[in-house]
């Protein structure tokens, strides 16, 4: 579902170096790093925000390289949760969760409030359907980061520090309902350096450091 082959960026000081990484499809994986600015250039690689000097991603089967620009074909089947949310100012609670149907469907408005409602019930937002985000706290934000990050109902889930801002019982709820979703055959990526959301987590376990990656 998700393969860094030999990958090493841009830069006379590359951050990533060779790197290889092979989630399978259907695989729950923790990638736990030192370094945010290579964690940030994965991210980025997956997310088509930048291209490597060298190597092959790969998508679900699709070489991301053979795509000049971001491929809605391929964005579609990935969720991404930012550590730094990516939210939209000017834009409702509501608004905010559904844009990616707005961007990847052809749902008519009611069903998009439908469904943008359904995804606030379930992470306890629905109440704030209608409120700008200078109205919500971290943890509102986080987790309707988290709700627009799986609308789409995607094949490949990143979360990049997904438990930022959240109360401990609400990340071990979150980590159970991460699972679950990986037994419904959902792929997820954590990114990570958190050793408590290590520990609660029972899945293939990788360090990124110094530019590549290693198994723990």
Do not use: W
């Not at 990484?21 to 940030?40: D, H, Q, R, T």
């Not at 943008?116 to 409120?131: A, S, T, V, W």
């Amino acid at each position: 579902m998700l393969k860094f082959k030999n990958i090493t960026t841009n830069g006379k000081k590359p951050h990533l170096k060779n790197l290889n990484l092979n989630v399978l499809n259907g695989k729950f994986a923790l990638l736990n790093y030192k370094s945010k600015i290579e964690k940030n250039k994965m991210i980025d690689l997956i997310c088509q925000l930048d291209t490597p000097q060298s190597g092959g991603i790969i998508v679900g089967g699709k070489n991301l390289s053979k795509f000049n620009c971001r491929s809605k074909v391929i964005q579609k089947r990935i969720g991404i949760c930012f550590e730094d949310f990516k939210l939209i100012q000017t834009k409702n609670v509501l608004a905010n969760v559904i844009l990616p149907l707005k961007i990847h469907t052809k749902l008519p408005p009611n069903k998009l409030i439908e469904v943008g409602e359904k995804q606030l019930k379930n992470f306890g937002l629905l109440d704030k359907k209608n409120d700008f985000l200078t109205t919500l706290n971290l943890e509102e934000k986080q987790k309707l980061n988290i709700a627009r990050s799986l609308i789409l109902d995607p094949e490949l889930i990143i979360l990049d520090n997904p438990q930022i801002h959240l109360k401990i019982e609400e990340i071990e709820s979150l980590m159970k309902y991460f699972q679950d979703l990986n037994k419904n055959g959902k792929t997820i990526v954590i990114f990570t350096n958190n050793k408590k959301i290590e520990n609660m987590i029972n899945c293939d376990k990788y360090i990124l450091e110094k530019g590549a990656i290693s198994n723990v």
